[in-house]
Protein backbone atom coordinates (compact mmCIF):
# COMPACT_ATOMS: atom_id res chain seq x y z
CA UNK A 1 0.00 0.00 0.00
CA UNK A 2 1.34 3.36 -0.98
CA UNK A 3 1.79 6.36 1.71
CA UNK A 4 2.24 10.05 1.44
CA UNK A 5 4.60 10.43 4.56
CA UNK A 6 4.46 13.55 6.62
CA UNK A 7 7.38 13.72 8.67
CA UNK A 8 7.13 14.93 12.76
CA UNK A 9 3.19 13.78 12.92
CA UNK A 10 3.99 12.50 15.93
CA UNK A 11 5.95 14.80 17.37
CA UNK A 12 2.76 17.69 16.00
CA UNK A 13 0.06 15.42 17.52
CA UNK A 14 1.60 15.73 20.61
CA UNK A 15 2.39 19.03 20.40
CA UNK A 16 -0.84 20.59 19.99
CA UNK A 17 -2.48 18.44 22.09
CA UNK A 18 -0.24 19.80 25.04
CA UNK A 19 -0.31 23.35 23.93
CA UNK A 20 -4.28 24.04 23.33
CA UNK A 21 -5.35 21.45 25.99
CA UNK A 22 -7.14 19.01 23.39
CA UNK A 23 -7.32 15.44 23.48
CA UNK A 24 -5.01 13.57 20.93
CA UNK A 25 -7.77 12.22 19.57
CA UNK A 26 -9.35 15.57 18.79
CA UNK A 27 -6.02 16.72 17.19
CA UNK A 28 -6.26 13.56 14.97
CA UNK A 29 -9.21 13.88 13.88
CA UNK A 30 -9.09 17.92 12.78
CA UNK A 31 -5.42 16.42 10.74
CA UNK A 32 -7.73 13.87 8.92
CA UNK A 33 -10.18 16.43 8.10
CA UNK A 34 -7.52 18.79 6.74
CA UNK A 35 -5.87 15.86 4.77
CA UNK A 36 -9.20 14.84 3.53
CA UNK A 37 -9.83 18.61 2.32
CA UNK A 38 -6.65 18.66 0.38
CA UNK A 39 -7.27 15.66 -1.21
CA UNK A 40 -10.13 17.10 -2.62
CA UNK A 41 -8.69 20.33 -3.29
CA UNK A 42 -5.73 18.15 -4.98
CA UNK A 43 -8.70 16.21 -7.44
CA UNK A 44 -10.27 18.90 -8.21
CA UNK A 45 -7.01 20.93 -9.70
CA UNK A 46 -6.36 17.74 -11.56
CA UNK A 47 -9.68 17.84 -13.05
CA UNK A 48 -8.41 17.48 -16.51
CA UNK A 49 -11.78 15.48 -17.65
CA UNK A 50 -14.23 18.07 -16.01
CA UNK A 51 -16.18 15.27 -13.99
CA UNK A 52 -18.96 17.32 -12.03
CA UNK A 53 -17.76 17.04 -8.72
CA UNK A 54 -20.82 18.02 -5.63
CA UNK A 55 -20.90 19.04 -2.68
CA UNK A 56 -20.65 15.17 -0.98
CA UNK A 57 -18.79 13.36 -4.09
CA UNK A 58 -15.81 12.89 -1.72
CA UNK A 59 -18.08 11.53 1.30
CA UNK A 60 -17.34 7.96 0.46
CA UNK A 61 -13.55 9.14 0.74
CA UNK A 62 -11.43 9.07 4.05
CA UNK A 63 -7.87 9.41 5.59
CA UNK A 64 -6.22 6.56 7.70
CA UNK A 65 -3.35 8.09 9.78
CA UNK A 66 -0.15 5.96 10.37
CA UNK A 67 1.10 7.74 13.80
CA UNK A 68 4.10 5.41 14.13
CA UNK A 69 5.50 5.21 10.68
CA UNK A 70 4.61 9.28 10.33
CA UNK A 71 1.94 9.13 7.09
CA UNK A 72 -1.43 8.87 6.02
CA UNK A 73 -3.27 6.99 3.21
CA UNK A 74 -6.82 8.10 1.19
CA UNK A 75 -9.24 5.28 1.36
CA UNK A 76 -12.74 4.99 -0.65
CA UNK A 77 -15.30 2.80 -0.14
CA UNK A 78 -16.57 1.47 -3.49
CA UNK A 79 -19.96 -0.38 -4.51
CA UNK A 80 -19.43 -3.92 -6.85
CA UNK A 81 -21.26 -3.53 -9.84
CA UNK A 82 -21.16 -4.91 -13.78
CA UNK A 83 -20.64 -2.16 -15.32
CA UNK A 84 -18.54 1.05 -14.06
CA UNK A 85 -19.77 4.53 -14.10
CA UNK A 86 -17.68 6.24 -11.82
CA UNK A 87 -14.91 4.63 -11.08
CA UNK A 88 -15.06 7.17 -7.30
CA UNK A 89 -17.46 4.90 -6.27
CA UNK A 90 -17.72 1.96 -8.28
CA UNK A 91 -15.52 -1.21 -8.94
CA UNK A 92 -16.32 -4.13 -11.55
CA UNK A 93 -17.42 -7.59 -9.99
CA UNK A 94 -14.41 -8.99 -12.42
CA UNK A 95 -11.66 -6.48 -10.88
CA UNK A 96 -12.85 -7.88 -6.83
CA UNK A 97 -13.68 -11.46 -8.24
CA UNK A 98 -9.49 -11.92 -9.37
CA UNK A 99 -8.57 -10.84 -5.59
CA UNK A 100 -11.77 -12.23 -3.65
CA UNK A 101 -13.83 -14.66 -5.20
CA UNK A 102 -16.58 -14.85 -3.08
CA UNK A 103 -17.40 -11.17 -3.96
CA UNK A 104 -20.78 -10.27 -5.09
CA UNK A 105 -22.94 -7.77 -6.87
CA UNK A 106 -23.79 -4.80 -4.29
CA UNK A 107 -21.04 -5.19 -1.93
CA UNK A 108 -18.57 -2.90 -0.80
CA UNK A 109 -14.96 -2.92 -0.57
CA UNK A 110 -12.63 -0.39 0.61
CA UNK A 111 -9.79 0.90 -1.61
CA UNK A 112 -6.11 2.16 -1.25
CA UNK A 113 -6.54 5.47 -3.32
CA UNK A 114 -3.72 7.02 -2.68
CA UNK A 115 -1.70 9.51 -5.08
CA UNK A 116 1.72 9.41 -5.78
CA UNK A 117 4.03 11.58 -2.85
CA UNK A 118 5.03 14.15 -5.27
CA UNK A 119 2.95 17.01 -6.07
CA UNK A 120 0.44 15.66 -3.43
CA UNK A 121 2.69 15.81 -0.75
CA UNK A 122 3.64 19.09 -1.10
CA UNK A 123 -0.27 20.28 -1.54
CA UNK A 124 -1.21 18.06 1.23
CA UNK A 125 1.90 19.69 3.92
CA UNK A 126 0.67 23.18 2.70
CA UNK A 127 -3.03 21.65 2.75
CA UNK A 128 -2.76 19.96 6.43
CA UNK A 129 -1.39 23.20 7.93
CA UNK A 130 -4.04 25.82 7.06
CA UNK A 131 -7.15 23.76 7.81
CA UNK A 132 -5.46 22.64 10.46
CA UNK A 133 -5.21 25.25 12.24
CA UNK A 134 -8.82 26.91 11.61
CA UNK A 135 -10.41 23.59 12.88
CA UNK A 136 -8.61 23.69 15.71
CA UNK A 137 -9.38 27.16 16.53
CA UNK A 138 -13.02 26.21 16.08
CA UNK A 139 -12.38 22.84 18.30
CA UNK A 140 -10.67 25.25 20.76
CA UNK A 141 -13.87 27.99 21.07
CA UNK A 142 -16.37 24.73 21.11
CA UNK A 143 -14.49 23.93 24.26
CA UNK A 144 -14.02 27.22 25.78
CA UNK A 145 -17.89 27.80 24.72
CA UNK A 146 -19.00 24.56 26.91
CA UNK A 147 -16.15 25.20 29.63
CA UNK A 148 -17.64 28.77 29.98
CA UNK A 149 -21.59 28.51 29.80
CA UNK A 150 -22.82 27.70 33.00
CA UNK A 151 -20.15 30.17 34.56
CA UNK A 152 -22.36 33.53 32.71
CA UNK A 153 -23.19 35.84 35.67
CA UNK A 154 -20.28 34.56 38.28
CA UNK A 155 -17.18 35.97 39.21
CA UNK A 156 -13.43 34.90 38.00
CA UNK A 157 -10.22 35.96 39.09
CA UNK A 158 -8.34 37.40 36.09
CA UNK A 159 -4.91 38.30 35.05
CA UNK A 160 -3.79 41.32 32.75
CA UNK A 161 -2.26 40.14 29.68
CA UNK A 162 -2.14 42.81 27.33
CA UNK A 163 -3.82 45.79 26.00
CA UNK A 164 -5.80 46.29 22.31
CA UNK A 165 -7.21 49.34 21.55
CA UNK A 166 -9.20 50.66 24.24
CA UNK A 167 -9.51 47.19 25.72
CA UNK A 168 -7.50 45.06 27.99
CA UNK A 169 -7.18 41.80 27.30
CA UNK A 170 -7.34 39.44 30.76
CA UNK A 171 -6.32 35.43 31.28
CA UNK A 172 -8.90 33.55 33.13
CA UNK A 173 -9.47 30.22 34.32
CA UNK A 174 -12.75 28.58 34.54
CA UNK A 175 -11.94 26.15 37.85
CA UNK A 176 -9.25 23.68 39.19
CA UNK A 177 -6.38 22.33 36.83
CA UNK A 178 -7.67 24.25 34.06
CA UNK A 179 -5.85 26.04 31.44
CA UNK A 180 -6.14 29.76 30.91
CA UNK A 181 -8.18 31.22 28.68
CA UNK A 182 -8.11 34.87 26.99
CA UNK A 183 -11.34 37.60 28.04
CA UNK A 184 -11.87 40.94 26.91
CA UNK A 185 -12.31 43.55 29.73
CA UNK A 186 -14.01 47.19 27.42
CA UNK A 187 -13.30 50.62 28.03
CA UNK A 188 -16.90 50.67 29.04
CA UNK A 189 -16.49 47.37 31.46
CA UNK A 190 -13.38 49.17 33.43
CA UNK A 191 -13.06 50.98 36.50
CA UNK A 192 -11.79 54.48 36.44
CA UNK A 193 -9.86 53.79 39.68
CA UNK A 194 -8.12 50.78 38.29
CA UNK A 195 -4.55 50.06 37.18
CA UNK A 196 -4.30 47.84 34.40
CA UNK A 197 -1.12 47.24 34.66
CA UNK A 198 0.98 43.39 33.48
CA UNK A 199 0.28 40.59 35.34
CA UNK A 200 -1.90 42.56 38.02
CA UNK A 201 -4.72 40.76 39.25
CA UNK A 202 -8.46 41.65 39.52
CA UNK A 203 -12.04 40.02 40.07
CA UNK A 204 -14.54 40.35 36.74
CA UNK A 205 -17.69 39.72 36.45
CA UNK A 206 -17.92 36.94 33.41
CA UNK A 207 -21.32 38.81 31.45
CA UNK A 208 -21.21 36.62 28.05
CA UNK A 209 -20.09 34.09 26.78
CA UNK A 210 -20.02 34.74 22.80
CA UNK A 211 -19.58 31.78 19.76
CA UNK A 212 -19.00 32.65 16.53
CA UNK A 213 -16.25 32.64 14.69
CA UNK A 214 -15.09 35.93 15.37
CA UNK A 215 -11.24 36.49 16.40
CA UNK A 216 -9.95 37.56 19.90
CA UNK A 217 -11.34 36.44 22.91
CA UNK A 218 -14.83 35.10 23.52
CA UNK A 219 -15.84 35.99 27.09
CA UNK A 220 -16.54 39.28 27.94
CA UNK A 221 -15.87 40.30 31.49
CA UNK A 222 -16.88 43.79 33.57
CA UNK A 223 -15.56 45.27 36.52
CA UNK A 224 -18.88 47.63 35.98
CA UNK A 225 -21.74 45.40 36.81
CA UNK A 226 -23.52 45.37 39.57
CA UNK A 227 -23.25 41.77 39.85
CA UNK A 228 -19.80 42.39 40.86
CA UNK A 229 -20.46 44.60 44.04
CA UNK A 230 -23.38 41.81 45.07
CA UNK A 231 -20.78 38.50 44.37
CA UNK A 232 -18.42 40.52 46.68
CA UNK A 233 -20.54 40.82 49.40
CA UNK A 234 -22.22 37.56 48.91
CA UNK A 235 -18.47 36.13 49.44
CA UNK A 236 -17.86 38.53 52.35
CA UNK A 237 -20.83 38.13 54.57
CA UNK A 238 -21.86 34.45 55.53
CA UNK A 239 -25.57 35.67 56.29
CA UNK A 240 -26.23 36.30 52.29
CA UNK A 241 -24.56 33.08 51.89
CA UNK A 242 -26.93 31.38 54.70
CA UNK A 243 -29.55 33.38 53.13
CA UNK A 244 -30.79 35.20 55.90
CA UNK A 245 -30.12 38.39 54.55
CA UNK A 246 -30.53 39.15 51.04
CA UNK A 247 -29.65 41.79 48.70
CA UNK A 248 -33.33 42.91 47.36
CA UNK A 249 -31.66 45.60 44.64
CA UNK A 250 -28.74 47.38 43.44
CA UNK A 251 -27.38 50.42 41.73
CA UNK A 252 -24.48 51.33 40.68
CA UNK A 253 -22.70 53.99 38.81
CA UNK A 254 -19.43 52.46 37.81
CA UNK A 255 -18.16 54.72 35.41
CA UNK A 256 -20.10 58.49 36.36
CA UNK A 257 -20.74 61.61 33.68
CA UNK A 258 -18.09 63.34 35.27
CA UNK A 259 -14.69 62.80 36.33
CA UNK A 260 -15.07 65.04 39.16
CA UNK A 261 -17.31 62.15 40.60
CA UNK A 262 -16.05 58.61 41.88
CA UNK A 263 -17.78 55.58 40.85
CA UNK A 264 -20.76 54.76 43.56
CA UNK A 265 -23.16 51.64 44.57
CA UNK A 266 -26.19 51.65 46.84
CA UNK A 267 -27.26 48.56 47.62
CA UNK A 268 -30.87 47.53 49.60
CA UNK A 269 -30.23 44.59 52.13
CA UNK A 270 -33.35 43.01 53.98
CA UNK A 271 -34.05 39.87 56.74
CA UNK A 272 -36.54 38.16 57.52
CA UNK A 273 -34.80 37.40 60.66
CA UNK A 274 -35.80 39.97 63.57
CA UNK A 275 -32.86 39.74 65.43
CA UNK A 276 -30.68 39.78 63.02
CA UNK A 277 -29.49 43.70 61.83
CA UNK A 278 -28.82 42.98 57.52
CA UNK A 279 -27.24 46.80 57.26
CA UNK A 280 -24.68 45.84 60.02
CA UNK A 281 -24.25 42.03 58.28
CA UNK A 282 -22.82 43.60 55.88
CA UNK A 283 -20.77 46.53 56.95
CA UNK A 284 -19.11 43.99 59.60
CA UNK A 285 -17.58 44.90 63.18
CA UNK A 286 -15.51 48.24 62.44
CA UNK A 287 -16.43 48.03 58.80
CA UNK A 288 -14.02 44.98 58.27
CA UNK A 289 -16.46 43.05 55.73
CA UNK A 290 -17.49 46.30 53.38
CA UNK A 291 -13.99 47.02 53.74
CA UNK A 292 -12.83 44.46 51.58
CA UNK A 293 -15.32 44.98 48.84
CA UNK A 294 -14.09 48.70 48.79
CA UNK A 295 -10.68 47.16 48.29
CA UNK A 296 -11.14 45.06 45.69
CA UNK A 297 -13.53 48.03 44.15
CA UNK A 298 -10.33 50.21 44.28
CA UNK A 299 -11.92 52.59 46.61
CA UNK A 300 -15.63 53.02 45.57
CA UNK A 301 -17.64 54.05 47.93
CA UNK A 302 -20.59 51.88 48.77
CA UNK A 303 -23.90 52.90 50.62
CA UNK A 304 -25.50 49.86 52.52
CA UNK A 305 -29.24 50.68 53.40
CA UNK A 306 -32.03 49.06 54.85
CA UNK A 307 -35.27 47.59 52.21
CA UNK A 308 -38.54 48.39 53.35
CA UNK A 309 -41.76 47.34 52.16
CA UNK A 310 -43.24 51.15 53.10
CA UNK A 311 -41.59 53.71 50.11
CA UNK A 312 -41.49 56.39 52.05
CA UNK A 313 -39.11 54.46 54.67
CA UNK A 314 -37.44 53.00 51.62
CA UNK A 315 -36.93 56.24 49.53
CA UNK A 316 -35.70 57.98 52.51
CA UNK A 317 -33.28 55.46 53.81
CA UNK A 318 -32.10 55.46 49.74
CA UNK A 319 -30.99 58.69 50.21
CA UNK A 320 -27.96 57.99 52.81
CA UNK A 321 -26.23 59.80 53.72
CA UNK A 322 -28.71 62.38 53.80
CA UNK A 323 -31.02 63.30 56.91
CA UNK A 324 -34.51 63.00 55.43
CA UNK A 325 -37.72 65.24 57.22
CA UNK A 326 -40.89 64.00 55.19
CA UNK A 327 -41.36 61.88 52.35
CA UNK A 328 -44.36 62.82 50.34
CA UNK A 329 -45.98 60.53 47.74
CA UNK A 330 -47.35 62.82 45.24
CA UNK A 331 -48.55 60.60 42.93
CA UNK A 332 -48.01 56.66 43.57
CA UNK A 333 -49.50 56.45 40.00
CA UNK A 334 -46.58 57.83 37.92
CA UNK A 335 -44.12 56.79 41.45
CA UNK A 336 -43.09 60.63 41.82
CA UNK A 337 -42.61 61.95 45.03
CA UNK A 338 -40.80 65.25 47.46
CA UNK A 339 -38.38 64.69 49.25
CA UNK A 340 -38.35 67.34 52.08
CA UNK A 341 -34.39 67.93 53.75
CA UNK A 342 -33.43 71.18 56.06
CA UNK A 343 -31.20 73.73 54.23
CA UNK A 344 -27.80 71.89 54.91
CA UNK A 345 -28.85 68.70 53.94
CA UNK A 346 -29.77 69.72 50.46
CA UNK A 347 -26.69 69.07 48.37
CA UNK A 348 -25.82 66.08 50.52
CA UNK A 349 -29.12 65.11 49.23
CA UNK A 350 -28.88 65.59 45.82
CA UNK A 351 -24.90 64.46 45.82
CA UNK A 352 -22.11 65.82 43.69
CA UNK A 353 -23.74 66.59 39.98
CA UNK A 354 -26.54 64.48 41.33
CA UNK A 355 -25.16 61.16 41.71
CA UNK A 356 -26.94 60.26 45.34
CA UNK A 357 -30.25 61.46 44.13
CA UNK A 358 -29.92 59.33 40.90
CA UNK A 359 -28.83 56.48 42.40
CA UNK A 360 -31.69 56.37 45.02
CA UNK A 361 -34.19 56.80 41.69
CA UNK A 362 -32.94 54.12 40.48
CA UNK A 363 -32.63 51.66 43.60
CA UNK A 364 -36.16 52.49 44.30
CA UNK A 365 -38.15 53.24 41.17
CA UNK A 366 -39.65 56.42 42.39
CA UNK A 367 -39.08 59.48 40.79
CA UNK A 368 -37.77 61.82 43.46
CA UNK A 369 -38.00 65.50 43.36
CA UNK A 370 -35.08 66.74 46.27
CA UNK A 371 -37.12 69.92 48.03
CA UNK A 372 -35.89 72.23 50.51
CA UNK A 373 -38.22 71.63 53.50
CA UNK A 374 -38.53 75.57 55.00
CA UNK A 375 -39.28 77.16 50.85
CA UNK A 376 -42.04 74.10 50.06
CA UNK A 377 -45.74 75.57 48.94
CA UNK A 378 -47.48 72.40 50.78
CA UNK A 379 -50.82 73.68 49.38
CA UNK A 380 -49.53 75.04 46.42
CA UNK A 381 -48.12 71.51 45.65
CA UNK A 382 -50.92 69.46 46.63
CA UNK A 383 -53.23 71.71 44.07
CA UNK A 384 -51.10 70.93 41.59
CA UNK A 385 -51.14 66.97 41.95
CA UNK A 386 -54.52 67.23 42.08
CA UNK A 387 -55.26 68.94 39.27
CA UNK A 388 -53.01 66.75 37.22
CA UNK A 389 -54.48 63.43 38.66
CA UNK A 390 -57.84 65.35 37.77
CA UNK A 391 -57.43 65.01 34.39
CA UNK A 392 -55.41 61.58 33.99
CA UNK A 393 -59.00 60.68 36.24
CA UNK A 394 -61.23 62.23 33.66
CA UNK A 395 -59.07 60.87 30.69
CA UNK A 396 -59.38 57.44 32.18
CA UNK A 397 -63.16 57.58 33.06
CA UNK A 398 -63.79 58.11 29.50
CA UNK A 399 -61.85 55.58 27.86
CA UNK A 400 -63.69 53.15 30.54
CA UNK A 401 -67.05 54.79 29.05
CA UNK A 402 -65.72 53.80 25.91
CA UNK A 403 -65.31 50.65 27.05
CA UNK A 404 -68.18 49.71 28.78
CA UNK A 405 -70.54 51.20 25.77
CA UNK A 406 -68.11 49.01 23.10
CA UNK A 407 -69.35 46.30 25.89
CA UNK A 408 -72.87 47.31 25.92
CA UNK A 409 -73.19 47.22 22.37
CA UNK A 410 -71.64 43.16 22.36
CA UNK A 411 -74.37 42.45 25.15
CA UNK A 412 -77.40 43.40 23.51
CA UNK A 413 -75.72 42.03 19.85
CA UNK A 414 -75.67 39.07 22.28
CA UNK A 415 -79.08 39.12 23.62
CA UNK A 416 -80.35 39.64 19.75
CA UNK A 417 -78.60 36.67 18.92
CA UNK A 418 -79.93 34.26 21.65
CA UNK A 419 -83.47 35.45 20.99
CA UNK A 420 -82.73 33.88 17.42
CA UNK A 421 -81.88 31.10 18.81
CA UNK A 422 -84.60 30.07 20.88
CA UNK A 423 -86.95 30.92 17.93
CA UNK A 424 -85.31 28.71 15.57
CA UNK A 425 -85.22 25.90 18.60
CA UNK A 426 -89.44 26.90 18.90
CA UNK A 427 -89.77 26.07 15.23
CA UNK A 428 -88.12 22.99 15.16
CA UNK A 429 -90.69 21.94 18.03
Known sequence: MSMVTLPGLKELIESISRERNLPRLAVQSAIREALLKGYERYRRAQNLERKQFDEDYFENFEVELDIEGEGFRVLSTK????????????????????????????DSVVLDVTPDQGEFGRMAAMQTKQVLAQKLRDQQRQMVQEEFQDLEGTVLQARVLRFERQSVVLAVSSGFGQPEVEAELPKREQL??????????????????????????????????????VYLFANEVPEIEDEVVRIVAVAREANPPSRYVGPRTKIAVDTLDRDVDPVGA???????????????????KIDVIRWSPDPATYIANALSPARVDE??????????THVLVAEDQLSLAIGKEGQNVRLAARLTGWKIDIKDKAKYDFAGEDAKFAAVRTKYQSEEDAEEDDLDYEEELEDENQDELEEEDSFDNNDDE
Do not use: W
Not at 81 to 105: F, G, R
Not at 327 to 336: F, G, I, W
Open 79 to 106: TIVEEVDNTDHQISLDEVQQVAPEAQLG
Open 192 to 229: PNDNYRANATFKVYLKKVSQGQQRGPQLLVSRADAGLV
Open 282 to 300: CIGARGSRIQVVVNELRGE
Open 327 to 336: VRLMDPESRQ
